[in-house]
């Protein structure tokens, strides 16, 4: 709240507004744009108005728990059931079938990287050079979940 100069041009329907643009990636530069204020408003406003803080925190966090979780996804891989509606012999018929992303490594080797920097960062280990072995290691999970997914499911018609 200010205590002297100019009025703020806060209002406290902006937290609903800042929640959701947050929730698309939002940085406090886009918020800036987007209220059309400085950025150093956007931190002001972040620092006297817990409100908008949380709406703030609360989108950035879904948001990054959601690319988390397709990154995850992507990591190890998954199975999408999709419907497609066709015209035979005059019906309409509707096909279901089951599609399989397999895991990507790359997605595997960023997230290891990330989530157990111990044992997968970049650093060069004391004792030899144990990041063959290491990658042989993830290229073989990386294989051994590829295969399970390649199984056929009792899903897929």
Same mark, same amino acid.
């Given at each position: ?6 009025? &703020? !041009? ?7 507004? $800042? #929640?959701?643009?947050?929730? !698309? ?13 400085? +950025?150093? &408003? /956007?931190?002001?406003? /972040? ?9 703030? @925190?609360?989108?950035?966090? /879904? ?5 988390? +979780? ?12 999709? =419907? ?12 279901? *079938?089951?599609?399989? #992303?397999?895991?990507?490594? @790359? ?7 990330? @989530?157990? +920097?111990?044992?997968? *960062? ?7 050079? #144990?990041?063959?072995?290491? /990658?042989? =290691? !993830? ?5 051994? $979940?590829?295969?399970?997914?390649? +199984? ?6």
């Amino acid at each position: 709240m200010p205590t002297a100069g100019q009025p &703020t !041009l806060y209002k406290p329907d902006y937290c609903a507004q $800042a #929640h959701n643009y947050c929730l !698309l990636g939002a940085t406090n530069e886009d918020l800036a744009g987007f209220f059309d204020v400085t +950025r150093r &408003t /956007i931190d002001n406003w /972040i620092a006297a108005h817990p409100e908008f803080a949380d709406a703030v @925190r609360s989108g950035r966090t /879904i948001a990054d728990m959601r690319v988390a +979780r397709c990154l995850y996804e992507r990591a190890v891989g998954w199975q999408q059931t999709v =419907e497609r509606t066709v015209l035979h012999q005059g019906k309409e018929m509707v096909l279901k *079938g089951v599609v399989n #992303h397999p895991p990507d490594t @790359r997605a595997c080797i960023f997230w290891l990287r990330n @989530r157990r +920097r111990e044992s997968w *960062g970049d650093r060069v280990p004391a004792s030899g050079d #144990h990041s063959e072995d290491l /990658i042989a =290691e !993830l290229d073989a999970a990386g294989e051994r $979940a590829r295969r399970e997914r390649a +199984r056929p499911s009792n899903d897929a018609v």
